[in-house]
Nanobody
Framework: QVQLVESGGGLVQAGGSLRLSCAAS????????MGWFRQAPGKEREFVSS???????YYEDSVKGRFTISRDNAKNTVYLQMNRLKPEDTAVYYC?????????????????WGQGTQVTVSS
């Protein structure tokens, strides 16, 4: 079992930055592919970014060049640095973990989920 706890969400003006953190329990964190997803009101949960055990990262097109995913295996934590935020980035952001070795862009690939953290970007 893996428990995930997100933090770092909040209210920010367009063009601003936030850094989300996701702390994981368990001794096998370094073996998991970690992902960030988001869900806006009335919309389906969508892929944002993922990072595998080797540190390879993958991004949804709309966040490329603005968001950066990273992981610190010593701290069992994955981060999402979000720069140049836009109102359309407003959503609840979820951290997820999977044993899948690839980039894992589908929510159905992930077995473990955090409770989510709200990100609101005002115009």
């Amino acid at each position: 079992q893996v428990q995930l706890v997100e933090s770092g969400g909040g209210l920010v003006q367009a063009g601003g930055s936030l850094r989300l953190s996701c702390a994981a329990s368990g001794r096998t964190f370094s073996t998991y592919t970690m992902g960030w997803f988001r869900q806006a009101p009335g919309k389906e949960r969508e892929f944002v970014s993922s990072i595998n055990r080797r540190g390879d990262s993958y991004y949804e097109d709309s966040v490329k060049g603005r968001f950066t995913i990273s992981r610190d295996n010593a701290k069992n934590t994955v981060y999402l640095q979000m720069n140049r935020l836009k109102p359309e980035d407003t959503a609840v952001y979820y951290c997820a973990a999977t044993g899948v070795l690839g980039m894992a862009v589908s929510p159905s690939s992930y077995a473990y989920w955090g409770q989510g953290t709200q990100v609101t970007v005002s115009s």
